[in-house]
């Protein structure tokens, strides 16, 4: 059944849909169980659910693949994902599917057989990503919803990686594994799984923060944030050929229905690709699609296309009936009907030896004997009754295909004889196959904990624009970073930053595309003679850019470079940052758990909920191609407001919280956690209001319409 080229891979969110996919034709499936995935609310399997489906699925010679891909915090990652994944991993478990970098060391050092899939919420934007975990130990990395077919082809090229994308599904509006949205707005965390989905809610635009009347639309039109659903069924070819081996369907939280009838069409179309045959798309298979499930239609993602109004499902989907033929041969050919492994088989048939049949499939055997055959008084046992009999496989996991028969003349059987030999030579052909696929794991890696305190802490503020800089030069900071959107020459920023004792740091977008190297090669020379102290990066992408052109500095890894843990510490750490960024999911019991002396806890921001490859005023008014950044507003129906910050250079939105995180007054509670630097960050503040804020946090003053973030709340 599977591809050496092309798998289809398929959700699952129950044992029913895990049978549903094979039987429609899926190679792999994906799934969660009782921890750790990023579909929480699913009908998710307990262990012996998840045992279950790993022998389903080998026998029937598919795979299964296990969704870990949540931030672990430390406590989950060392007394609880060994005993989750060990029995699963011994029964043979083909892969897990992890976010966290703490994770992926953990399962490489203590599950050494086991693949690794590197999740789209690792936000793997191009080929620098996938050559760095692919060094870390990962097997294939799941590319961002986001990437064109030619940053594809450039992971293809650069990296041994199998490549899974997304052809079919939901897609979410923020780039996977940066979004805070759910987590802020409503408590309820993307990062852990249960994200509440404020992208599908209505919203008002306000092309700038000032405006009193939002950009008009029609009255069905605000689902602003929502996008449709993707169907690439189209570009399949297009798609392989620029070097995806496994083609993904999303939709864990769906029925069975709807997995084995997208399933089914995509079988289709595969088995049309490797026959080499014409390709072309039945309208009616497109139908089918559309009928099982849309968001105002569909859209083919951003393969082709960087962004597009018309991948925006503005409007509520009309009620549509349902195709009850279409369902009924779903339900009757992929529900009520389980895949079956297709084997041979051969009998031996003798009077002097004992009877045998053994059964093959492409690369295991299995059989069984009985008493040999006795004397034929009347009427002997003939051809067709081996067959028939030997054949009767229904209630297994099996279809007899054909059967090489060797029968001495004149030799008899009973049927119940028969019987009992095909029963014990399909229980051995299953035992055999399941056996190979069993492993032992090791013992659990030891784990020394310490946690060292840090004496003092620094204070660092975060420029976003040119008027701020002043304010941070006069004021009682020690360190500046300065973002790729301040304009000016940055040896002038450079020079003032030294002359009045500070320290400073250049910082990378956090999303960093093809089209953002690009735009750094044209200003490395720039930034290498402005002589910057080191480098704030959020990316293993923008990491990878620094290394190719040799920036010299200290490298400082911010908070989307998640260190929900010390052993995503390490991994960071080994490849050369010195200085990390807590998370602001973890609240303050569980940054004191953590070992704080070399990173810096951000006590001052509007926090980034959502970088979007998508632009709201391309969507509803055009391009502006702004030369600076530029900050427009969502409303929701509860009349927060959002800043959405335009950035041209890298061609994405970033929206901000409706109000800003402070936490500079807790100062008792920051100054046990031991941190190294504390972090004032910026977006579109004016100079004023820079310095008020600056002293504030000095101060430890209080400050009025903030929130405290997750630092006494935390999330699940």
């Not at 969110?13 to 699913?42: E, H, N, P, Q, T």
Request: proline share 3%; charged share 25%.
């Amino acid at each position: 059944m599977k591809s050496d080229r092309i798998e289809i891979l398929a959700p699952a969110g129950s044992l029913d849909a895990v049978k549903a996919a094979y039987s429609a034709g899926a190679d792999a499936v994906y799934i969660g169980g009782s921890k750790f995935g990023a579909r929480a609310f699913a009908d998710n399997p307990d262990e012996e659910g998840l045992k279950y489906a790993i022998d389903y699925a080998h026998v029937r010679d598919r795979s299964l693949y296990l969704t870990v891909n949540t931030l672990f915090k430390e406590r989950e990652l060392w007394d609880e994902l060994y005993d989750y994944l060990k029995p699963l991993y011994e029964q043979g478990l083909d892969a897990v599917i992890v976010q966290d970098l703490g994770v992926l060391k953990f399962v490489r050092e203590n599950f050494p057989d086991m693949h690794i899939h590197a999740s789209t919420q690792m936000t793997c934007t191009g080929y620098e990503t996938a050559k760095i975990i692919e060094k870390l130990g990962a097997n294939r990395v799941v590319t961002a919803r986001e990437l064109s077919l030619k940053e594809i082809r450039s992971i293809r090229d650069n990296t041994s990686l199998e490549i899974e994308s997304f052809v079919h599904g939901a897609m979410c509006y923020s780039y996977s594994g940066q979004c805070l949205f759910s987590s802020l707005a409503g408590g309820r965390s993307g990062n852990r799984g249960r994200c509440a989905q404020p992208c599908r809610q209505s919203y008002k635009f306000y092309e700038h923060m000032d405006d009193k009347k939002p950009v008009s639309t029609a009255p069905d039109c605000s689902n602003l944030l929502s996008l449709k659903d993707m169907n690439a069924l189209d570009i399949l070819p297009q798609i392989v050929d620029a070097g995806v081996f496994s083609l993904k369907i999303e939709g864990r939280m769906k029925k069975p229905e709807y997995t084995a009838g997208v399933v089914s069409i995509y079988r289709k179309y595969v088995d049309l690709l490797l026959g080499g045959g014409a390709y072309r798309v039945d309208a009616e298979d497109q139908r089918k699609l559309f009928d099982l499930f849309n968001r105002d239609g569909f859209s083919r993602g951003y393969y082709e296309t960087h962004n597009a109004s018309s991948m925006l499902a503005l409007k509520e989907p009309k009620f549509r009936a349902r195709d009850e033929e279409w369902a009924g041969y779903i339900k009757k050919n992929y529900i009520d009907t389980e895949a079956k492994r297709h084997i041979s088989g051969a009998v031996y048939v003798s009077r002097d030896n004992p009877v045998s049949l053994e059964l093959y499939t492409d690369n295991t055997a299995g059989g069984a004997t009985i008493e040999p055959a006795s004397q034929a008084l009347n009427r002997p046992t003939d051809e067709a009754t081996l067959n028939k009999q030997l054949s009767k496989l229904g209630n297994t996991d099996f279809v007899l295909d054909d059967l090489s028969i060797t029968l001495q003349d004149s030799s008899f059987i009973t049927v119940g004889a028969l019987n009992e030999l095909r029963r014990a030579a399909v229980d051995n052909l299953r035992e055999n196959i399941l056996a190979a696929h069993l492993r032992t794991a090791p013992t659990k890696t030891a784990h020394e904990k310490s946690i060292s305190k840090a004496s003092s802490c620094k204070t660092v503020v975060q420029i976003h624009l040119a008027e701020q800089f002043e304010a941070a030069l006069s004021e009682g900071v020690d360190e500046i970073y300065l973002d790729h959107t301040v304009k000016g020459d940055l040896a002038e920023y450079v020079g003032l930053a030294r002359a009045n004792g500070k320290r400073i740091f250049y910082h990378f977008p956090n999303v960093f595309r093809l089209r953002d190297r690009l735009h750094f090669e044209g200003r490395a020379q720039e930034i290498i003679s402005a002589g910057f102290d080191g480098f704030l990066l959020g990316s293993l992408e923008a990491y990878g850019f620094v290394k190719d052109y040799s920036l010299a500095g200290e490298l400082i890894a911010d908070y989307n470079l998640y260190t929900f843990n010390d052993s995503a510490k390490a991994v960071l750490s080994e490849l050369g940052f010195s200085r990390f960024c807590a998370s602001p999911e973890l609240n303050s019991r569980e940054l004191s758990g953590l070992d704080n002396h070399d990173s810096e806890i951000i006590v001052y921001s509007r926090t980034a909920m959502m970088t979007t490859a998508n632009c709201l005023n391309k969507t509803l008014s055009g391009c502006k191609h702004y030369d600076k950044p530029v900050f427009g507003m969502l409303s929701d129906k509860d009349n927060r407001r959002f800043p959405v910050e335009f950035d041209c250079i890298s061609c994405s939105n970033i929206i901000y919280n409706c109000v800003p995180t402070y936490i500079a007054d807790l100062s008792d509670k920051l100054s046990k956690l031991g941190f190294g630097a504390r972090r004032i960050a910026f977006t579109y503040e004016d100079a004023d209001a820079a310095k008020d804020i600056i002293r504030a946090v000095i101060d430890a003053s209080s400050m009025r319409d903030i929130t405290r973030g997750h630092f006494n709340r935390g999330v699940e």
